[in-house]
């Protein structure tokens, strides 16, 4: 390892410093060591093919691990998969997996379900480590205090042949959350409020710090809710120090450490804060207790407002450009400048994805849903995130309290959230989504959607259109 | 990669910010394995408007794609550079990229090139004026120009991606000559850190 600096060091830049193989210098970006790479079925294919084609092996098999889960189908799993070229992309990744030594939980397995949710829930994902994903949400186990970035199907065939990358080190940008969040109000509220204001394009370069006490009151599953949509405001990573709270939900997990050697990782673990008297390159503050319930209304997470607001008028905005797109969103959702948020009606209801598919996220689902009814010709999903999930739910009971309610209830995977698999909308069709992304297109060609938390969407399957929990009677 | 030092040729307006790698190839199409063929499916919903720029006989053959500020944020994919180049675009000129999608894109023969607000807007108003309008890019001296419309700009790449694109280089390569980096900083790892095996 590198010696530690002794100046006041940022986060981030503590865990970057840590993992530095070889510094690049002027000429060349540092090396990176990759402590766990996560795989999944739709980014890796080309990138065994790469290795394939030198000759090269997968490095450390040991600290990479392989699921399934965009394309997999959340019902019928019983039953061969209906699209043949989803079917082959998941054989394909058997194959690869078995060929490199690649440990895999497939489909069906107790252990199988979105790759975000189940590296926490196996204890593979800690802190101070670097992780990366062919996805861009791998931003997600920064919760941890781990430095976790998206990478690209060339850069996952790299890590796959050497353990590491070769990046250039981002900037900091500390996001202070201060105060107490009001009832009502969740980690899902608190990163759109964050992404309306940096932008869709605020953090590119950057990595985030997630600080405040708004953000130490949250539970890990918050802070992975928070963590997860750092790239929705252009950052490829977020992080939040890690605290009692991290070590309390990693204790016990099957791959955390255990005996003296929990104890000399704790030890190492609580040396990863931000020093006192260290400077970011960018810092932003938002006032916890001002959040109300949020909802996006355009066609990126950026395009985001209290629930309590209107539609807004193209013409408001400032410049032109500002204007047109504003005015083109609208177009493609369907929407009438002034309309009241809460006036307007869904089809769909999909509440899962690796932003909102834990066991909170479905407590929280659940507690809206129970002793009430969703609204006549409202679709409503409750798509688990993992085996683990479904089965502690199932044991909790949510699942007796989502089929009473009338939802669907089903087998963990991405789902409706890109729309892979059939769980898609049809054109024209409005969802609530606790989803990540609401570009045009993303649940399925002509779908129209709308972020927004768990609480929101099951309050809105109930009502019809967009609701908060205490508008319900 | 081949190795690239110019690229000259015609160029077409994307004239919208915020273009997610979502627009640039939809997810139905990531089902593929392969690394090729990619190209039909480039900006597939939006090509389904026969008045989208894609559809447009004057920009044809162009090999220039210039778009507003954050292209190619949102998703990971590296399906949309290889949607890019298989349509037969070598540069994409904004003045923000997605970080993913510009480190993919560096990575897979797709050169971005960042300038200034003014400049993409100059090289926007250019080539909606004059579709013919002839662009080059010079890797070497870090310039982008139109002459007949009087732009010229330079634009940043740090010196390691420069080099790779000017050889052609294979990353993997590059990183080997570390090897014995790799194996060092492997054997100072603590202990508990987790391995995926049982």
Known sequence: MTARTMTPTTLPDKVWERHVVHEGGADEPDLLYIDLHLVHEVTSPQAFDGLRAEGRRVRRPDLTVATMDHNVPTTGLDQPIADPISAKQIEVLEANCDEFGVTLYPMGDP??????????????????????????????????????????????????????????????????????????????????????????????????????????????????????????????????????????????????????????????????????????????????????????????????????????????????????????????????????????????????????????????????????????????????????????????????????????????????????????????????????????????????????????????????????????? | MQPVHVISGTALPLDRSDVDTDQIIPSDWLKRVERTGFGKGLFAEWRDDRNFVLNAPEYAGATILVAGPNFGIGSSREHAVWALTDYGFQAVISPRFGDIFYNNSTKAGLVPVVVEPDVDEALLRAIKADPALEIHIDIERLTVSAPAAGIEATFPLDPFTQHRILEGLDDVGLTLRHAADIDAFEKARPGWLPVTTA
Request: glycine residues 12%.
């Open chain 1, 111 to 473: 252990h199988q379900g979105i790759v975000h949710v189940i590296g926490p829930e196996l204890g593979l994902t800690q802190p101070g480590m670097t992780v990366v994903c062919g996805d861009s949400h791998t931003a997600t186990h920064g919760a941890f205090g781990s430095l976790a970035f998206g990478i690209g199907t060339s850069e996952v065939e790299h890590v796959l042949a050497t353990q590491t990358l070769p990046q250039v080190r981002p900037k900091t940008l500390a996001v202070n959350v201060e105060g107490e969040l009001p009832a009502g109000v969740t980690a899902k509220d608190i990163i759109l409020a964050v992404i309306g204001e940096l932008g869709t394009g605020g953090g590119i370069g950057h990595v985030i710090e997630y600080r405040g006490s708004a953000i130490r009151a949250l539970s890990m599953e918050g802070r992975m809710t928070v963590c997860n949509m750092s790239i929705e405001a252009g950052a490829r990573a977020g992080l939040v120090a890690p605290d009692d709270i991290t070590f309390a939900y990693l204790k016990e997990k099957p791959h955390a450490p255990k005996g003296d050697a929990w104890d000399e990782a704790v030890a190492e673990w609580r040396t990863l804060v931000t020093d006192e008297g260290a400077v970011f390159d960018k810092e932003i503050t938002i006032d916890a207790s001002s959040l109300t319930p949020q909802i996006t209304w355009g066609t990126n997470p950026g395009q985001v407002l209290p629930l309590s607001g209107s539609v807004p008028d193209p013409d408001s905005f400032d410049s032109p450009a500002a204007r047109e797109v504003a005015a083109r969103a609208l177009a493609y959702m369907g929407l009438t400048p002034g309309t009241r948020l809460r006036d307007i009606a869904v089809d769909t209801v999909f509440i899962g994805s690796c932003t909102n598919s834990r066991i909170e996220d479905l407590r929280a689902a659940a507690a809206v849903f129970e002793g009430r009814q969703v609204a006549p010709k409202v679709r409503t999903l409750v798509v688990p995130g993992s085996g683990q999930v479904k089965a502690q739910a199932e044991a909790e009971g949510l699942d007796k309290v989502f089929t009473a309610a009338g939802a669907e209830w089903r087998s963990p995977g991405c789902s409706m959230c890109l729309g892979m698999n059939p769980d898609q909308l049809s054109p024209g069709e409005r969802s609530a989504s606790t989803s990540n992304r609401n570009f045009e297109g993303r649940q399925g060609r002509g779908g129209r959607t709308h972020l927004v938390s768990p609480a929101v969407a099951a309050a809105t399957a109930v009502s019809g259109h967009f609701a908060s929990p205490a508008d319900l009677a």
